[in-house]
């Protein structure tokens, strides 16, 4: 069964820093483009940042709230994808997703994120 778990969630203070992890399994994730969404309550669920494929040679996009504050990486032998999120807001309070794929787009569980102080 084809899943991707997310870890790493939790609170930090405004400025401060977290870092979430997400992790497939039963599948090889090497040839789809890896994301990590967000929703917060009331709000659409929105794209955070993307990476591609093995064959993309990692190229990389992010949301204009992200740009600057969140670096997502791969480690493609180990189907995983990382967000670093620094410098972090009220606003980036939100349960936080993992996605694999387009079509189908395999989902995570998603983790909770509070910047509170």
């Known amino acids: 069964q084809v899943q991707l778990v997310e870890s790493g969630g939790g609170s930090v203070q405004p400025g401060g820093s977290l870092r979430l992890s997400c992790s497939g399994s039963g599948g090889d994730f090497k040839m789809l483009a890896m994301a990590w969404y967000r929703q917060a309550p009331g709000n659409e669920r929105e794209l955070v940042a993307r990476m591609g494929n093995i064959g993309s040679g990692g190229a990389t996009y992010y949301a204009d709230f992200a740009e600057g504050r969140f670096t997502i990486s791969r480690d493609y032998a180990e189907n995983t994808v990382i967000l670093e999120m620094n410098m972090m807001r009220p606003e980036d309070t939100a349960v936080y997703y993992c996605?694999?794929?387009?079509?189908?787009?395999?989902w995570g569980r998603g983790a909770q994120v509070t910047v509170s102080s």
């Open positions: 996605s694999a794929g387009i079509s189908p787009q395999i």
